[in-house]
């Protein structure tokens, strides 16, 4: 049986192209709709934008989902008539004979609940009316309202389009929401590079819909987002979508408050429909009888279900963080509230909020992430989080700003190449003043260089509106204005305000009769708030266009004060600071800085952060030239800023908390120091600040500077930074364009792996050599990374997995590798890792393809003996085109094993060899060695057959000798290491270990003497509470208890430059630190032991004979 949805369809079939051509046009027409059906019910028009691109098909969607299946039919017949198809009328379905079913059953999934389809009567005023028909006419009023608005939250007479300038959103499901009360335009800096994971994006449509997928009931609904991410433009679009009947069709009515409104009704009283009436002029076609009915009837029903409401409800409150109202939470209520009769506001809203008022109604608020705290989240069944712009939707969006596509392309690959403002684009307002800004460099000012950070971008906005608004008021008037709105902004800032009213604006010397003066003439950074005309000389209110406006005005205005008085007003005292005329010493740009610095630095939560980026930013020469007509011409001293620089590094060094430092690093990159990135890898090195210690939002703080930086990383060494699983995710996006991932010895696991993988499969993926040795992945790590190797876009052609704890098991993963015909591997070690021969079996399958290219393979110390030998000679001679390079060192391939492969390479390392090296784990690699006793300090006492040694209270009588320490309680060990060694040491107390070069100085309390203080030793200093590497003066902290054990290994391997240390415990082996190097000559294990401690070389030739011994 045909549907009715699809009759529809197939009437439009029949259509010639022209004929359904003027179909479409007819549906377009707001006049012909309202009277295409006579003597019934008028039908909207549908939007251009809607049916510009639709097909037939689009077309019978549209319709459906805007008037509903009976509305479809109706509109369909009397346009038919229209265009002469009378023929096609008669084949439609008699509308008055098709069954109630029917209608239910061909609804479009437009949110349509069949509740809502009984057309609900409204018995009060007389006649009854359905509330399908009071929906019809608020959706109508509702589109009038927002199908238009002001781009940028001005007041700009030009209007636009919601629908052609709006652009989605990222919106996430917001979890367990912490309150977080760092400025805001930090939190969106790094929350645009936070650390891979599992995010559940909600479409807008969708905000009261649970994101695990499964029906709960929801009522109340808090989205929050920093300002000008987007919140307004998001409940605009959500509106304008129910009123075009798109989305959500199953809500009867939405009343959008706004807290600024709500803000001047303080202490007034109410009925619910009588504040309606007030504060949304589009309900005036419903009165306030009807509305009181609907109240009631939901009041009085006992429900608490939106889902099972007789009349579904959706209140939206938007702007909880400019809510200036008395909410008390806390207060107990002893009585039923009365819908119908008068109430404060304030108790209006309350009892909205805890459901205790229209229960079974729906409720959104909006809101700051600092202000979300004013409602308990008990009270609050879901939260979402608007995050902006992702970089799609940024692209978008210049795209939809300018028509001319090459401007587009050209502003779009500027913003790219410049990281901090590319990140700073998650937030919608600033990808309009971004678009503002450059749009006019471009046009009138070829060959100039645009503006890369956030005080050059925002100094050029500035300029840009002055250059309007001299053309029409003068350079005199239009400096008045920009001073006056500064003094404005700095005081407010100061107090913490965004929202000013008309006693604020008389404290800051503004003239009232100016004051809409100022919102029209610089419309695009200061507004009057929209409110009803007879409430215009009660509660005007105003405020900048968005927060960083108002603290780029503030800063400016420090500067100006400056620059015109050599007035320092970050000194004030608070009683100067009451009376605006207070006096000012003379000062320096020196002094400003630093009381700034000091007070920013002052603020818990860093609301003076920005502010303090845009006041160092100004006093740059390039900026302060773009606004000379309010500034001067007058050269800015350079030794001001680079004393400011001096000033700010020596704060750094202090102890402040890591928000507080990372805002500085913001502050000299805007005073254009190109330091950055190394002080900010010596601060990390210094151990103030590293990944135990770091929240995820002071590591994308970390992440945003790195990425802010213009200097190239072609290699990525974690080690650098965090050597762990944390630090890898945060630090992957700063290093995407790196061509080495140097990641030895950083502790990741299989989970580590697998966040390789996207980056290595990704098309941008630019990584050649991969270091990995020394780690723990399981079998899932490992065959995900192979299944990584084999996607045509990975690009590694050297792989390094030493000491991996790999077994046979992983190889025939790489074994796919090494015969995948997409793999790019030239290079792969494996070496020290237990593959045995039935592993190196498998391999050599891979190396027997004719797709492999693989060169160089390192299988050194991997339990191979002849069997694997003569596996790996098969496949040579299978495939000898490729393979260069073959290391078997320390295994035991035997005389029999190592001659056919001399065969098939030039020079195949089978040396060191013999049957010593089949034994799993380091401890193969261990030799005797003996404390020297002519290199001790006198103060040492050995013990044991030297191999013990502690510090005593009594000097020895040793003889004198050029070998030995004299100053530093230090010594030794006889045997010169190369080759690879492995010792362990029991250790008591304070206890230094590690290995020298035998020319390390023996006298003196200098660095030159210490053991690892020099370019000539390393060593791994054990206490109690922690682990620290020392070499050549760096010292770095080792973020791994000591737990219940002592014992600590070392591992040399001299031909390759590394000297690796690990904690031992009865069962585990957890790699410590490696130390890389290029070793010209043999090195000597040595210990720097502290007062009564003592160290003990532990005798390991039983022990390795029941045990293996593996790093993990």
Not at 71 to 79: F, K, N, P, Q
Not at 756 to 764: G, I, K, R
């Amino acid at each position: 049986m045909t549907s009715l949805k699809e009759t529809l369809w197939l009437t439009l079939e029949d259509l010639r192209a022209e004929e359904f051509k003027q179909l479409k046009w007819h549906l377009q027409q707001a006049d012909i709709m309202h009277t295409i059906v006579p003597h019934g019910e008028a039908y909207r028009a549908i939007p251009t934008t809607r049916l510009e691109k639709a097909d037939r098909q689009d077309t019978v969607d549209q319709m459906v989902q805007i008037y509903n299946l009976r509305g479809a039919l109706e509109v369909t017949r009397g346009v038919l008539i229209k265009i002469n198809r009378n023929d096609l009328v008669q084949q439609l379905p008699n509308i008055t004979a098709t069954s109630k079913a029917a209608w239910e059953v061909d609804v479009g999934d437009v949110g349509i609940s069949s509740e809502n389809r009984r057309d609900l009567m409204v018995p009060v005023p007389k006649p009854p009316q359905p509330i399908t028909s009071y929906q019809k006419m608020l959706q109508s009023n509702l589109q009038n309202r927002f199908i238009c608005v002001h781009e940028g939250l001005s007041d700009m007479e030009d209007k636009k389009l919601l629908d052609d300038i709006y652009t989605e959103l990222y919106i996430t499901d917001g979890g367990n929401m912490q309150i977080n009360r760092q400025h805001e335009v930090r939190q969106i800096e790094m929350a645009a590079r936070q650390p891979a994971k599992i995010e559940i994006s909600v479409k807008p449509s969708d905000i009261f819909k649970h994101p695990s997928g499964k029906y709960r009931p929801i009522r109340t609904v808090l989205t929050n987002g920093i300002a000008g991410i987007g919140k307004t433009f998001l409940v605009q679009k959500f509106i304008l979508d129910w009123a075009e009947g798109r989305n959500n069709q199953d809500v009867h009515l939405i009343f959008p408050f706004t807290f600024r409104q709500l803000n001047l009704l303080k202490g007034k009283r109410f009925c619910l429909a009588k504040l309606i009436h007030k504060c949304i002029r589009e309900t005036k076609d419903i009165t306030e009888d009807a509305l009181n009915y609907i109240f009631t009837t939901l009041q009085t029903s006992g429900n608490t279900n939106y889902d099972k409401s007789k009349f579904k409800l959706l209140f939206v409150l938007d702007g909880l963080d400019e809510n200036r109202l008395q909410l008390d939470f806390t207060a107990k209520e002893t009585k039923v509230l009365d819908v119908t009769k008068s109430t404060g506001v304030e108790g209006l809203l309350m009892n909205l909020i805890k459901g205790t008022l229209l229960p079974s109604s729906r409720l959104w608020i909006t809101t700051r992430p600092a202000a979300a705290n004013q409602i308990s989240l008990e009270l609050v069944d879901m939260v979402s989080e608007v995050r902006g712009f992702t970089d799609p939707q940024k692209e978008e969006y210049f795209t939809k700003k300018f028509s001319h596509h090459g401007h587009a392309d050209r502003i779009i690959s500027h913003i790219r190449a410049s990281r901090s403002l590319y990140i700073m684009c998650y937030i919608p307002v600033f990808c309009w003043i971004t678009a503002t800004v450059l749009q006019d460099v471009l046009q009138t000012s070829e060959g100039v260089e645009l503006p890369k950070t956030l005080t050059e971008m925002y100094t050029e906005f500035l300029a840009f509106q002055m250059k309007q608004t001299k053309e029409k008021y003068g350079t005199k008037k239009c400096v008045r204005y920009i001073e006056s709105l500064a003094k404005l902004a700095f005081h407010q800032l100061d107090k913490g305000n965004i929202i000013f009213y008309e006693e604020d604006l008389k404290h800051s010397g503004i003239d009232l009769s100016e004051a809409s003066m100022y919102s029209g003439v610089f419309t695009q950074i200061f507004k009057r708030e929209r409110w009803r005309k007879k409430d215009k000389e009660k509660g005007r209110m105003f405020s900048f266009v968005h927060l960083s406006i108002q603290e780029f005005l503030a800063a400016f205005y420090v500067q100006l004060s400056l620059v015109n008085g050599s007035k320092n007003v970050m000194a004030e005292s608070q009683a100067v600071s009451r009376n605006l005329g207070g006096f000012f010493c003379k000062t320096s740009a020196t002094e400003v800085h630093r009381s700034a610095i000091d007070k920013a630095l002052a603020s818990p939560e860093g609301h003076l952060d920005l502010f303090l980026r845009f006041l160092l930013g100004l006093s740059l020469q390039t900026n302060k030239d773009l606004l000379a007509d309010l500034l001067g011409r007058k050269p800015m001293s350079p030794s001001s800023n680079q004393e400011t620089i001096q000033y700010i590094k020596e704060k750094i060094e202090q102890d402040l908390s890591p928000e507080r430092s990372i805002n500085l690093f913001h502050c000299l990159n805007e005073l254009n120091d190109h330091s950055l990135v190394e002080d900010i890898q010596d601060y990390i090195s210094s151990g103030c600040i590293f990944q135990r210690y770091l929240t995820p939002a002071q590591w994308s703080g970390l992440v945003f500077i790195l990425l802010s930086s213009e200097k190239k990383h072609d290699v990525f060494d974690l080690k650098k930074y965090s050597a762990s699983h944390g630090g890898l995710l945060r630090l992957l996006p700063v290093f995407q364009d790196s061509t080495t991932y140097l990641l030895s010895g950083c502790n990741l696991s299989d989970t580590s792996f697998k966040a390789l993988v996207s980056v290595l499969t990704s098309e941008q993926s630019k990584v050649r050599e991969l270091d990995l040795s020394s780690n723990n992945p399981d079998d899932v790590g490992v065959t995900a990374l192979s299944a990584a190797l084999e996607n045509p876009c990975c690009r590694v052609e050297s792989l390094r997995l030493s000491a991996c704890n790999l077994s046979e098991g992983n190889c025939d993963s790489l074994a796919s590798v090494l015969g995948s015909g997409s793999s790019n591997l030239r290079e792969l070690d494996l070496g020290d890792n237990n593959l045995q021969d039935s592993g190196v079996k498998l391999l050599a399958a891979g190396l027997e393809s004719p797709h492999c290219t693989l060169e160089s393979l390192r299988l050194s110390g991997c339990l191979v003996t002849e069997e694997g030998c003569a596996s790996l000679a098969s496949a040579l001679s299978s495939n000898p085109s490729h393979l260069r390079e073959l290391d078997l060192s320390y295994n035991h391939p035997g005389v029999s094993g190592a001659a056919p492969l001399s065969a098939g390479l030039d020079d195949p390392r089978v040396d060191p060899s013999g049957v010593c090296w089949l034994k799993s784990g380091l401890r193969k690699y261990a030799g005797e060695l003996t404390l020297d006793l002519n290199t001790a300090h006198r103060d040492l006492v050995l013990s044991d057959g030297n191999r013990s040694v502690t510090k005593g209270d009594d000097e020895q009588p040793y003889p004198d000798g050029p070998e030995r320490f004299c100053d530093v309680f230090q010594l030794l060990c006889r045997e010169g290491l190369t080759g690879r060694r492995y010792w362990e040491v029991e250790w008591k107390g304070r206890v230094w270990i590690g290995a020298a070069y035998s020319g390390i100085s023996r006298s003196g309390k200098a660095v030159h003497c210490l053991l690892g203080g020099n370019e000539k030793s390393w060593c791994l200093e054990c206490t109690d509470d922690a682990y620290y590497s020392w070499h050549n003066k760096s010292i770095t902290s080792i973020w791994f208890h000591p737990l219940d054990t002592t014992r600590v290994a070392a591992y040399l391997d001299w031909p390759a430059g590394t000297l690796s240390f690990y904690r031992l415990s009865s069962d585990t082996v957890t790699h410590l630190y490696t130390f890389y190097s290029t070793f010209d000559e043999p090195v000597y294990p040595g210990f720097w032991i502290g007062l009564n401690c003592s160290a003990t070389l532990c005798q390991m030739e039983e022990e390795a004979e029941e045990e293996e011994l593996s790093p993990v």
